[in-house]
């Protein structure tokens, strides 16, 4: 599946913003859906995921109470909404596809968006 993520930006404290990833080719509802993120010498960080018919989510634990995800089936989408956003958000934010039912390693999830910058000024 081909993912395409947008919806990155700059925002100031507190402040909130909503990520989207649109798929396409493959059958959608194959997928579980997650989402990443990657600071400047950092290593990739799982941030959420959401199962195949969206019944179920997982977050880590550093956005867990802040974030949520969901995902359209019928238009093939995945959304994070992003609230009280704090500069140690700042990442570039990747969505990503797994068609395993569990796991959060980046490893594990074999298709992948090319990612949206998210910028968290104080």
């Known amino acids: 599946v081909q993912l395409q993520a947008s919806g990155g930006g700059l925002v100031q404290t507190g402040e909130s913003l909503s990520l989207s990833c649109a798929a396409a080719?493959?059958?959608?509802?194959?997928?579980?859906m997650g989402w990443f993120r990657q600071a400047p010498g950092k290593e990739r960080e799982f941030v959420a995921s959401?199962?195949?018919?969206?019944?179920?989510?997982y977050y880590g634990g550093s956005v867990k109470g802040r974030f949520s995800i969901s995902r359209d089936n019928a238009k093939r989408t995945v959304h994070l909404q992003m609230n009280s956003l704090k500069p140690e958000d700042t990442a570039v934010y990747y969505c990503?596809?797994?068609?395993?039912?569990?796991?959060?390693?980046?490893?594990?999830?074999?298709?992948w968006g090319q990612g949206t910058l998210v910028t968290v000024s104080s």
């Open positions: 990503a596809a797994t068609t395993s039912d569990t796991g959060i390693q980046h490893e594990e999830f074999s298709d």
């Open positions: 080719g493959g059958t959608f509802t194959k997928f579980r």
């Open positions: 959401i199962s195949k018919k969206g019944y179920s989510t």
